[in-house]
């Protein structure tokens, strides 16, 4: 796992420096080593994360004698199949590294290449026969990647930070972008927050040559799949060998490996398969919040911990730990995302960190097989829905600033951008088969909003910020696309989601465990933003020039008041506390990676 950026510019020769100062934006992602390659006009940066082939691993990678060069983040699954098919007809590996496969695979089959990987991923390649530049990022978007079109060229970076020393200042804010963020947890789509900054999205290559963007293309697309008219005991017979697969492709690696468990099914699930194919006990972790509001399934999660003999973490940490890690997470997520969660799993990146590199997680697990309780509303509910707010069948159709608090806090440039706020869900939810069922709509919209654009946000970003690579087996393009072909009867049924998932899996996990209620993890951020610590970031954000240019003061300290009163707006106040870090951060600084821990007010006190 690792970071890449880079330059490809119509002219001139790249700035050495600011490559080098991009690539400084990467450390986290990849401490173990930094490589720069400047040729002509095109530079490739990349810092790396040793996980495969320690000692042979480092990037960029040439083939054809220095005229194929490569930078990459991620893994490629099938690297030992494609090897040694690609061996076979007369390729000649340098490294053990399952990224040089990349380079043999488009020197074997060109563009068509992109087919025969198997994996999570970003990568740029540059062909120097071809003066073409190809940037890459695999079919679900596990692996991030940005690109910016500038006067002279295009700079392209795994993260928005190291994009910064390519971009004129003063940064101008898309408030498309941010209206999508603060009323839907993320931005999706192209655009992002920063006017310029554009992102791949998942399963998307782009061409640049010579400095110059060509084409731009999907290679994979979840659209193409077709429902199966199969039984569940058919449907058992496929699924056993392609998860046998899966989980022994995604178990590779040179250094050991943990798992996030939460309790819940996924990783349950995950538990179990991994204590199946592994030589000894996995090391799992877990975090909880006893005696909030919200509880916690630490005791699930310590009794499945017995059951398989994993070596178990267990972390409770206090409120304030909490929020001291607010700073460094929305500076890690590099795009404003607001998810409770991104704190724990930042917590739980780093203290996996202090022994591992590898960490397995749940995530696509809802997505794939219909967990989600939103995928089991009511016809009546959802015709309701669809008629206050067209376009998705009344699928995500509420925004989390709801009734009188868009005209009372945002402000008119805000304002004006509200109505397109939902245009990725309606695009989404539009473009699929006429043939597809309400439920498939549902989930290829997560698919490819929520999935890549706030829950990988949180799966790699949370991670990589300490170092620590996460792997998702559920999320693996064929587990997607198996999942999504089931028949609606295989995925729910009354109040119950994931059928197909949870009956497959009882067969090796307590089964009582995955019959039990959907809870999902919850963080009592509104515990923490009410009286004393409330009246400090009040006093903090109605000052803040930041949310003086884009909302309302009035309405933000009415927001505030009614936080504190009856704290049902916690998810708003978190909103714009996040963006008024970010901006500090982002737009007002150069992208520095703040203190690990430090108090959201004193950051936004401190000048």
Known sequence: MCGIAGIYLKSDLPDAERVAAMARRLAHRGPDD????????????????????????????????????????GEIYNHVELRAELEAKGHRFATHSDCETILHAYAEYGLDCLQHLSGMYAFALYDRDAERLLLVRDRLGQKPLFFAELAGGVAYASEIKALLPCLPRPLTINPVGLAEYLQNQFSSGADTLLHGVTRLSSGEALVVERGAVTRRWRYWSALEVQTQAIAYDEAVKHFDGLMETVMREHMRADVPFGLFLSGGVDSTILLGLLSRYADEPIRTYSVGFPGSSVGDELEVAERLARHFGSRHTVLRPAAQAMLERLPHSVWAADEL???FASLPTSLLA??????????????????????????????????????LAPGTGGFRT???????WPSRVFGAALQRALPLARAPFVQAWRATPAAWSRLQRMQYTDLVTALPDNL?????????SWGVEGRLPLLDHRVVEFGLSLPDALKVGGKQGKLFLKRWGARFVPGDHL???????KVPVGD???????????RVMLDNEALQEWFRPEGVRLLLERQQ??????????????????????????GAMPPPRVDPVEFLESR
Do not use: C
Request: proline share 1%.
């Open 398 to 404: 509420s925004g989390d600033f709801r009734g009188r």
């Open 34 to 73: 930094t490589g720069v390659h400047i040729d002509g006009s095109l530079a490739l940066a990349h810092t790396r994360l040793s996980i495969i082939d320690l000692s042979g691993g480092h990037q960029p990678l040439f083939a054809r004698e220095g005229r194929l060069a490569l930078v990459a983040n």
């Open 565 to 590: 009163r009856r704290g049902d707006v916690t998810k708003n106040v978190y909103a714009l506390l996040q963006f008024a870090l970010w901006h500090r951060m982002f737009v007002e600084g150069d």
């Open 337 to 339: 995302m607001r998810d």
């Open 456 to 464: 990988m946000v949180k799966a790699d970003r949370m991670l990589m």
């Open 515 to 521: 019959s039990a209620r959907k809870r999902g993890f």
């Open 528 to 538: 923490w933003l009410r009286g004393d610590y409330l009246q400090r970031v009040a």
């Open 350 to 387: 780093e203290e996996a960190g202090r022994e591992l590199k590898v960490v397995f997680s749940g995530e696509g697990g809802d997505e794939a097989f219909a967990g989600y309780g939103r995928y089991r509303a009511s016809a009546l509910e959802s015709g309701l829905k669809n008629l």
